[in-house]
């Protein structure tokens, strides 16, 4: 379940996400690739991985159940991501049609809806289907509908386009895509706004007869960013009266030249037919130093993450991780990552290489990840 992905040809606005500006998008990876003057781009990137877990898992599962969009295997190389973007600048129509392989796309549409014309299967290749308009209204109204990126969250489904290789759970616990309709627009200069129509959480088909909404009020520089985002709509089973609202708060300062800072911030809350709501909450603050005119670049994360009635994660916890991340670019396109990253949940939720009666992997509290992240882009 999960973030935000800056993957779309949107010219509306701020770019709000911490993306290294070297790692190209989706956009603009097609865009490089392109032969000059032709309209329609093509590119994408493919990024492998290995991990490694002090815990062994005795199923290769370095994450719980429905998170892990990144890294989810222990101890094989294996491919994250690999996509293949599409893309027709709207001038005034366009689109972005972006097809992913890998661990992440089969953890990211794992909660897909089961039924009639809809199942996770149909849709574990999308990344991206969205068509554009242009409109010309004002100082640039667009129209995007389809199922294209979040607006909720810092970090960005492509662990390219991020400081850390893996995602904090900031980023797996809320929408990493969604389905409907959005309109985008520029006030000015540094102010932005969108407002969206959903069919829900991160969901391509519906599990109700409701619909959510969301909206993004966003300021942006060349040195400091904020945005201020939302998410409401009923999104429980056959169920449109008890509702899931979030906000988010994310914002970045470039300090120096080599030095930028991040905060991501979430509070939300869900109704509950027996009255009993419930709610959780997470911060993570982030930092990245560049040298200028350098190939390298150190990243460190620490989050706290407070999921009490374990509403969102399915497991009553609180959530601790502490990441860093040395990145190296040795070549153009080619994206080095070794990270090491510590999570403490307050319940067992890690598996281990120990087995039960049942052959399912005992837990424990803690886990150590290293892994080295390759990507590749096109």
């Known amino acids: 379940m999960a973030g935000a992905a800056p993957l779309r040809a949107d010219p509306q606005g701020p770019i709000l996400r911490p993306s290294d500006p070297d790692a190209p998008t989706a956009t603009e990876s097609a865009t490089q690739s392109a032969d000059e003057g032709s309209k329609l781009r093509i590119g994408g990137f493919v990024d492998a991985y290995f991990a490694w877990n002090d815990n062994r898992p005795a199923d290769h599962a370095n994450f719980f159940s429905g998170v892990g969009t990144s890294a989810k295997r222990d101890h094989e190389v294996t491919v994250n991501l690999a996509e293949l973007d599409v893309v027709l600048a709207p001038e005034p129509v366009g689109f972005t049609l972006s097809l992913g392989f890998g661990t992440a796309p089969e953890v990211v549409h794992g909660a897909e809806v089961r039924g009639i014309a809809t ?70 200069d540094k102010w932005s706004g969108q407002l969206h ?10 599990i109700n007869g409701g619909k959510s909404v969301g909206a993004q009020l966003a300021y942006g520089t060349e040195r400091f960013s904020i945005s201020f985002n939302g998410i409401a709509g009923p999104e429980l089973p056959d169920n449109d009266d008890d509702l899931r609202a979030l906000a988010d708060v994310v914002a970045t300062w470039k300090a120096t030249k080599s030095l930028s800072l991040g905060v991501s911030a979430d509070v939300a809350r869900e109704g509950r037919p027996d009255g009993n709501d419930a709610s959780w909450k997470g911060v993570g603050l982030y930092a990245r130093f560049a040298p200028t005119g350098s190939r390298t670049a150190v990243a460190l994360r620490g989050e706290y993450y407070d999921d009490g009635n374990g509403a969102i994660s399915g497991i009553a916890q609180t959530l601790r991780e502490l990441t860093m991340t040395l990145e190296h670019r040795p070549v153009e396109r080619l994206i080095l990552k070794l990270e090491g990253r510590y999570d403490r949940s307050s319940a067992e939720v890690f598996a281990t290489r120990e087995t039960g009666d049942d052959g399912a992997p005992l837990r424990r509290r803690p886990q150590f990840l290293v892994l080295l992240g390759i990507v590749a882009a096109f």
């Open 119 to 188: 199942h996770p299967d149909v849709w574990r290749n999308v990344v991206q289907a969205s068509l554009q308009w242009q409109t010309g209204v004002g100082r640039g109204l667009l129209l995007e509908a389809g199922v294209y990126p979040s607006h909720i969250g810092m970090e960005a489904f492509p662990t390219k386009d991020n400081w850390n290789y893996t995602r904090s759970w900031l980023g797996e616990l809320s929408p990493y895509y969604q389905t409907g309709l959005k309109l985008a627009y520029p006030f000015s």
């Open 197 to 206: 129509l959903l069919n829900g959480w991160q969901m391509i088909g519906d």
